[in-house]
T-cell receptor, first 118, second 112 residues
């Protein structure tokens, strides 16, 4: 398996523009997670899905952020409108069938999308 | 207050030497604790996952320990290699609903 695939790897956009980040989880994994990482705040969980259904989106910073998972092999994270403070590396991760965080499922991270909002 | 504290923030060691990274947490109730290695420009990679009943877990030259009573964990790296240069992140999962707490990481640099 190619692992978790994210695109684009780098995105530079101007404030106010819409940004869409994409993720393809590992085949067979039923949990998908979106994280954000900055120097100041480290890693933060934004939202996660189980079987394509959003389970917890309490980490989504604002209504400008939205995430979807239309099928088991694809998810998007959208920011509209984007702001400079959204600049960060956004990671997608997926994990084996199981109960998510509370057992010992290993999460596999993608390479991340580095977003820069000017 | 950050519920997961890692120390040191950064560390430089000579190739071949051992080192120990610390993670103290206040998360309660506790489900499991994870150590990740993150190379520059890449996503984190899982090293170990320990539940409250486990005291130690090894993954090659990496050995994690957990003291659930004192709420402390350590990651010991034996015979360090240049490829160990990375950030090491401690993540604590609370037993409540979806409680995920991240440390800010220790940046390790191994020099020849």
């Amino acid at each position: 398996d190619a692992g978790v695939i994210q695109s684009p790897r780098h995105e530079v956009t101007e404030m106010g523009q819409e940004v869409t980040l994409r993720c393809k989880p590992i085949s067979g994994h039923d949990y998908l997670f979106w994280y954000r990482q900055t120097m100041m705040r480290g890693l933060e969980l934004l939202i996660y899905f189980n079987n394509n259904v959003p389970i917890d989106d309490s980490g989504m910073p604002e209504d400008r952020f939205s995430a979807k998972m239309p099928n088991a092999s694809f998810s998007t994270l959208k920011i509209q409108p984007s702001e400079p403070r959204d600049s960060a590396v956004y990671f997608c991760a997926s994990s084996y069938p199981g109960t998510g965080f509370h057992n010992t499922d290993t999460q596999y991270f993608g390479p991340g999308t580095r977003l820069t909002v000017l | 207050k950050n519920q997961v504290e890692q120390s040191p923030q950064s560390l430089i060691i000579l190739e071949g030497k051992n080192c120990t990274l610390q993670c103290n947490y206040t998360v309660s109730p506790f489900s499991n604790l994870r150590w990740y290695k993150q190379d520059t420009g890449r996503g984190p990679v899982s090293l170990t996952i320990m539940t409250f009943s486990e005291n130690t877990k090894s993954n090659g030259r990496y050995t994690a320990t957990l003291d659930a009573d004192t709420k402390q964990s350590s990651l010991h790296i034996t015979a360090s290699q240049l490829s160990d240069s990375a950030s090491y992140i401690c993540v604590v999962i609370g037993a409540g609903a979806n409680n995920l707490f991240f440390g800010t990481g220790t940046r390790l640099t191994v020099i020849p």
